[in-house]
């Protein structure tokens, strides 16, 4: 005969909800001190604008996914004595060098994985992969694996997908995008043979960034010789110049059909400016500087993507020669870098546009404001939180620190901070350090 055990739900109840409060508890102690660090991170610096001097000339700067950490890539570096990367530390207000890292050929732009763990270079004839624990670690090789090659190459920018599944290069001399497969690739450790795609998109082709969906790539080349197009664009830095080459183009690239047919990959080409050079998107729209053109150039996503139908952009004119792009404040804001890297003096001639984007319709009427640089502004990049920008200031080898929330764009507020702008002693830029008129790496 079976016997019961009588049973009191109420007891059950009681003694699994004391089992969740004390799980909830240790997780809310696992938690604090990395939330506390997290915060003691992102502490605003003194001043509302801060730059700090770099160990050589800075490119591209990326914040670690908590902000406690900055990596710069460095075209050029007095403590590596060759090119490399550099890593600063930020905590409460304050940016510091903790160490520099040595990379193979000239480390540009660079992209972050989703998941924080590995940082990308693109580095002239070398793409490199770096783990970033063992980065900020102190680890004498910090780089995992390098994807090499020979002849004329220039991967300048990268950018990787959303899941961190695929890994998107630009080549400006070759004038291709190659596409690899990086979870496959660190599956493997970086020892099987990757499947890499390769679609060509036309002349200097460098800024990358994925549709809303994920579904596209857009891409800026800078030159499309062959499709007809009038040569209306002058050589940059020279007003007087005759027209020379055609506008430049955003190119749509299909990833899928770039991964099963990379010859039918290309499903639209749009006239985007002389020299176009960086693209960025955003759910308000798709931005691109167009170098020689000196205006933003602002495209519907939805128009760049219909098949058949031309996009036209709305113009939005900035200072000269302007090069990176960024957009803060959950689409609100777009902020550019006019580098005016051609024939500026890095006497006022530089500094930051900040756009309001509701408002790119009204052209120049929709610049709030501007934010002070020093000499050649290149690359834009903000904390994971959206209160900080991260400006590289290539020729005067520093590393500019924005606080978003004081409003640095603003008159009254750059009357307030004329005087608390920090800036180390800067060093002299080395001759040639804004790069001839035709320089490739834009």
Not at 252 to 280: E, F, H, T
Not at 287 to 301: I, K, P, Q, W
Not at 328 to 333: E, I, P, T
């Amino acid at each position: 005969m079976l016997s019961t055990q009588s049973h009191d739900p109420s007891h059950g109840s009681q003694r699994a909800a004391a089992m969740t409060n004390r799980l909830l508890i240790f997780l809310l102690c696992l938690c604090a001190p990395l939330a506390a660090r997290a915060a003691d991170c992102n502490t605003a610096a003194p001043s509302a604008v801060t730059f700090v001097q770099v160990p050589g000339e800075p490119f591209t700067a990326i914040p670690s996914r908590d902000g406690c950490r900055i990596f710069v890539s460095l075209k050029s570096s007095t403590a590596t004595a060759g090119p490399g990367l550099a890593v600063f530390s930020r905590r409460q207000g304050d940016i510091a060098l903790e160490r520099t890292a040595p990379l193979r050929g000239i480390p540009l732009g660079m992209s972050l994985t989703h998941d924080g763990q590995m940082l990308v270079v693109a580095s002239g004839s070398n793409v490199a992969f770096v783990d970033v624990r063992r980065l900020t670690s102190g680890d004498a090789n910090p780089v995992v694996a390098n994807w090499s090659g020979q002849g004329p190459l220039l991967r300048a920018y990268v950018d990787v997908s959303a899941d961190d599944h695929y890994l998107f290069v630009s080549d400006e001399i070759l004038g291709v995008i190659s596409i690899i497969d990086l979870a496959q690739a660190r599956a493997s450790g970086f020892t099987g043979r990757s499947q890499i795609h390769s679609i060509r998109v036309g002349g200097d082709p460098v800024g990358l960034a994925l549709s809303s969906d994920q579904r596209y790539l857009f891409v800026t080349s800078q030159s499309m010789e062959g499709l007809g197009w009038p040569r209306r664009c002058q050589e940059p830095g020279n007003a007087d110049a005759a027209s020379e080459h055609a506008e430049g183009a955003i190119v749509v690239i299909d990833v899928q059909l770039a991964l099963s047919n990379p010859s039918a990959a290309v499903v639209k080409v749009a006239k985007a400016g002389c020299n176009p050079v960086r693209v960025v998107t955003s759910t308000t729209g798709v931005y691109v500087t167009a170098r020689a053109s000196n205006s933003l150039l602002v495209f519907n996503e939805r128009q760049l993507l219909a098949r058949g139908t031309e996009a036209l952009p709305a113009y939005v004119p900035v200072g000269k020669s302007p090069i990176g792009v960024h957009v803060v404040d959950n689409g609100r804001k777009v902020v550019v870098a006019n580098s005016d890297r051609f024939v500026g003096t890095g006497i006022g001639t530089e500094s930051i546009s900040v756009i309001d984007t509701a408002k790119v319709g009204a052209g120049k009427a929709s610049i709030l404001g501007s934010i002070p640089t020093h000499a050649f502004p290149r690359e834009i990049r903000s904390t994971a939180d959206g209160r900080t920008l991260l400006v590289t200031n290539f020729s005067a080898r520093m590393l500019e620190i924005v606080d978003l929330t004081r409003n640095p764009w603003s008159a009254a507020a750059q009357a307030q901070s004329r005087l608390g702008i920090r800036t180390a002693q800067a060093s002299a830029a080395p001759a040639g350090a804004r790069g001839a008129r035709r320089s490739r790496v834009s």
